[in-house]
């Protein structure tokens, strides 16, 4: 791991990151703030999966977190949302919701993408285990959000594996990609047309399979250009209604899609989160 | 006044506005927050001045300095660094320290820099009145904060009109540009060969030369690499001793010179200016 950035902030150190990936096989940046604390103390992991087009400088520079990190004891970490270099296959057209900053956090399995575009594994075996090695990490107390894709990512990740993150929430996330335009085009891209693949990574999908957390936390703007045709929270809705989930849905008004309106309940999240990590 | 953008965020909304200015001969864009409030109610109003090379972007986006306004219900201004577009003189060499980026809120008298170049009347004159008629805002009470060049900025206007600005504080200010190598390239370019001209836009000056303030906040990260050779907070220090101004000058340790140090502190600052601006 080689250091590219610290910077002292709220008391705390936000760096930036990068490795040799060996499941990208590709080299990847990603950011960790830790919030000051006693020495020797291990401190739970927060993890943040940005949207499409971001790396993890989005969220670094405008997300707002360090403050409600720095009182909560919260490491806050960043990945990228995809693998980028020289060789990484894009989309045909350098269009912006496939390809590269659109990983959609699978592990593709179609070509030519399925060399490196491996970000569920990156994102929930890789980076974990460099996360542990580097940092004050404890990482019996983890937890996930993430926004739009990275709320989608975020949501699979948290109903897949719900023993391992103890707190899941998004913001404006793609609850159902499966039946919606970013992910009809991403999907078969990465997985091929086997629905069942698609299913899951797809946290309706999921739940209606029988996945199961105790408690999802939900911030959606009414002004969100892609609230109606891309997102659907309701289906998310009817999905942990009908399994019995506790979501809490708040559709925020007047928000967009923008860092304007994550920053605004980022502190919301991390306070719900802290509480369920202990 | 042209509308650029606005978002909703923590309540209330961050816009991007931009207008013909007579005083630059320019288009300038400003960034202003109004945070919640009662209808007809009239606000505060906090300038801050930002540094060399910055637009309104930087604070508006890293600054995180919504939240407090929010609270705390103060509208926050965020004005360009220097006039900007085809025509305008800059650096001759378009060096980052002078011309476009890098007005230091003066009022040229040089050519060619005269005739646009007209930061002090913008921020203090023009923007003002602008302010005052677009938005909820007390104009009886204004406060004024900024970073590097701009806290020179503030710190200069602050003192020279102590009646009109309730509170005045800054981030790692240049205080004495007349004797470091930033002022002593721009003064004399936009002002001229007589150091009198200069002093009027010099904080440790104007205070030997008898401005006073009540009291002044000042942050400095002791990591800055700026810290020796620019801004030599302790110059300030001394003349606000001798001058018996109310200075807290805090060195806060391990910080730099970027938003991260600012963004750390910045809700800090905006108390102080609430509890003066009552």
């Not at 250091?3 to 002292?8: L, Q």
């Not at 707190?167 to 999907?187: D, H, N, Q, R």
């Not at 939900?218 to 289906?235: H, I, R, S």
């Amino acid at each position: 791991m080689e250091t590219v950035s610290t910077n002292t902030a709220f008391g705390g150190v936000q760096g930036v990151y990068k490795h040799a990936s060996k499941e990208t096989g590709t080299q990847m940046t990603f950011s960790v703030f830790v919030p000051p604390h006693a020495e020797g103390a291990k401190l739970p992991v927060v993890w943040y999966l940005s949207g499409l087009t971001c790396t993890h400088a989005n969220v670094t520079e405008k997300g707002e977190f360090r403050r409600a990190c720095a009182e909560l004891g919260l490491i806050f970490v960043a990945p990228d949302t995809s693998p980028r270099g020289e060789g990484v296959p894009d989309d045909a057209e350098g269009a912006y919701d496939f390809g590269l900053g659109a990983g959609f956090y699978v592990d593709a399995t179609e070509e030519p993408f399925a060399k490196n575009y491996r970000m569920w594994s990156y994102v929930t075996e890789e980076l974990p285990a460099l996360v542990a090695a580097q940092f004050p990490a404890d990482m019996a107390r983890q937890s996930i959000l993430g926004h739009s894709m990275g709320g989608h990512g975020a949501l699979t990740i948290g109903l897949t594996y719900p023993d391992r993150y103890k707190a899941v929430s998004a913001f404006a996330p793609i609850v159902a990609p499966g039946i919606v335009p970013w992910g009809e085009k991403a999907l078969p891209l990465y997985l091929g047309n086997d629905k069942a693949a698609w299913r899951r990574h797809d946290a309706v999908a999921l739940i209606e399979d029988g996945a199961r957390v105790d408690a999802l936390l939900v911030d959606q703007g009414t002004a969100d250009n892609f609230l109606e045709g891309q997102l659907k929270p309701k289906l998310l809705e009817q999905a942990c209604k009908a399994a019995g989930i506790d979501l809490t849905l708040r559709m925020q008004e007047g928000y967009d899609h923008s860092y304007y309106f994550i920053s605004s309940f980022m502190e919301d999240h991390l306070r719900w989160h802290a509480k369920r990590l202990g």
